[in-house]
């Protein structure tokens, strides 16, 4: 009984130990199945590269009565979601600017512009958040696998794998999404208001992505050694 108690918390201590090269965990890792090509040039792709992608929908916002919490009417409102490409085959989604929840298209294109004047809280924000990734081009077709990034013990990661169709306009429409960790697939009908427009900024940002710090996200472990030692600070 003894030895029992004392070996617990060496195997406690080799497994936290096994898993601490890395805050995203094994779930994740094994089901992310593309991997990060540093030498991949995607500038000239169908993809525009310039900008981003917006996918702007209009909605009715509910409001309550504060003492009866009955709904008491609508009103209007829109939500931005966005998504930006970059050269290498990483593809950031869902990002916002600061101190606004649902920021619209001026609001965005100030804070990309801050990141590129390396605004450091702006660019903390943006390559530490929000859902990043890597994409793949399959004729007329974008597949993405993006993760959320977390706390290395919260439990609350999301991946998904999302494709969308290249649109004869250039716009993207979203036609299939499946959730890496559970299985659910969720075939997406191509809709108008689905519908991803692109808005030209000419702010190229570098795919700076915390992504690029965890080695099973590289295809090649030499390559991420390689730099590792050049981004060494």
Request: with cysteine.
């Amino acid at each position: 009984m003894v030895m029992r108690f004392k070996l617990v918390p060496f195997v406690f201590l080799f497994c936290f130990c096994s898993s601490c090269t890395s805050q995203v965990p094994l779930r994740v890792r094994k089901n992310f199945t593309f991997c990060y090509d540093s030498s991949a040039n995607c500038s000239n792709s169908k993809i525009k590269l310039n900008g981003y992608y917006v996918n702007i929908e209009p909605f009715e916002r509910p409001y309550y009565d504060l003492k009866t919490g009955k709904k008491t009417g609508t009103t209007k409102d829109t939500t931005y979601n966005n998504m930006m490409f970059f050269s290498d085959g990483i593809v950031v989604r869902g990002f916002v600017g600061i101190n606004c929840g649902n920021c619209d298209i001026e609001s965005n294109n100030q804070f990309l512009f801050n990141i590129s004047q390396s605004n450091e809280n702006e660019k903390n924000v943006f390559y530490n958040g929000f859902k990043w990734g890597i994409f793949r081009i399959f004729g007329d077709t974008i597949k993405m696998q993006t993760v959320n990034d977390q706390p290395r013990f919260n439990p609350y990661w999301y991946l998904f794998e999302q494709w969308y169709l290249i649109n004869n306009d250039g716009s993207l429409s979203p036609i299939y999404s499946k959730n890496l960790i559970d299985g659910r697939v969720s075939a997406l009908a191509s809709k108008t208001r689905d519908t991803f427009k692109f808005i030209e900024t000419n702010i190229i940002l570098p795919s700076d992505t915390w992504l690029k710090k965890e080695e099973w996200f590289w295809c090649d472990r030499e390559k991420y050694r390689e730099w590792k030692n050049d981004n060494k600070k």
